[in-house]
């Protein structure tokens, strides 16, 4: 005979989309207040692993990882003379059992070339996860008088608390730079998670 099945490990699923007052949702919306809900680094067929990208040229700013994937890959720039700023952001509900992790690799990165003018520009990378309780910086760090130079933050040494109802993750991305001279700025932000099984 099969074991019985432990309750006290079963966690009832949320979604397929979800906001911090309604964790039963059949659908998203242009805003992103409604988030798709993932089973932490988890999926299954029944399953998609979805999140909501903004702003975004595509206009589906919902993405699902194909099966074939193990993680996905975002990446926004701008270039042109100054000053420049852009702010975008990745997010996604999720339920988890235990606290976890992303896979290795996974990673925030920023490139900022301003060689020609000098002047110095920003990045920042804020990551919350919260609910309509509460909410919990994951990671807040920024740099400052930037001219030609590259910086990534690793992910996964970061821990996310386990959610028996939603939970929400916030990743997002700043950065800009001041007026400077005749030459081009190129300023870009790039976001990979790793880590989501592949189905294929």
Same mark, same amino acid.
């Given at each position: 005979? /099969?074991?019985?099945?432990?309750?006290?490990?079963?966690?009832?699923?949320?979604? &397929? @989309?979800?906001?911090? /007052?309604?964790?039963?949702?059949?659908?998203?919306?242009?805003?992103?207040?409604?988030?798709?809900?993932?089973?932490?680094?988890?999926? $299954?067929?029944?399953?998609?692993?979805? +999140? +909501?990208?903004?702003?975004?040229?595509?206009?589906?700013? +919902?993405?699902?990882?194909?099966?074939?994937?193990?993680? #996905? @890959?975002?990446?926004?720039?701008?270039?042109?003379?100054? &000053?420049?700023?852009?702010?975008?952001?990745?997010?996604?509900?999720? *339920?988890?059992?235990?606290?976890?992790?992303?896979?290795?690799?996974?990673?925030?990165? @920023?490139?900022?070339?301003?060689?020609?003018?000098?002047?110095?520009? #920003?990045?920042?990378?804020?990551?919350?996860?919260?609910?309509?309780?509460?909410?919990?910086?994951?990671?807040?760090?920024?740099?400052?008088?930037?001219?030609?130079?590259?910086?990534?933050?690793?992910? $996964?040494?970061?821990? @996310?608390? /386990?959610?028996?109802?939603?939970?929400?993750?916030?990743?997002?991305? *700043? +950065?800009?730079?001041?007026?400077?001279? &005749?030459?081009?700025?190129?300023?870009?932000?790039?976001?990979?998670?790793?880590?989501?099984?592949?189905?294929?």
């Amino acid at each position: 005979m /099969a074991p019985l099945l432990n309750m006290s490990d079963c966690i009832l699923r949320a979604g &397929p @989309f979800a906001s911090e /007052a309604v964790p039963y949702l059949t659908e998203g919306s242009p805003t992103g207040s409604e988030l798709p809900v993932n089973c932490a680094m988890s999926r $299954s067929a029944s399953w998609p692993w979805s +999140y +909501y990208l903004h702003p975004t040229s595509d206009p589906d700013s +919902y993405k699902t990882v194909p099966n074939e994937s193990t993680g #996905f @890959f975002e990446s926004e720039s701008e270039e042109g003379v100054g &000053p420049l700023y852009f702010e975008w952001s990745v997010k996604w509900g999720y *339920q988890a059992k235990a606290d976890w992790s992303m896979g290795a690799g996974s990673r925030v990165s @920023f490139e900022m070339v301003d060689e020609p003018n000098e002047v110095g520009g #920003f990045v920042s990378v804020l990551i919350v996860v919260g609910d309509e309780d509460d909410s919990t910086t994951i990671l807040d760090e920024s740099e400052t008088n930037v001219v030609d130079d590259i910086f990534d933050y690793d992910l $996964s040494s970061l821990v @996310f608390p /386990a959610a028996d109802r939603p939970k929400f993750i916030t990743i997002s991305l *700043q +950065y800009g730079v001041g007026t400077g001279g &005749p030459g081009d700025v190129l300023a870009s932000g790039t976001v990979e998670v790793l880590g989501i099984p592949s189905l294929s």
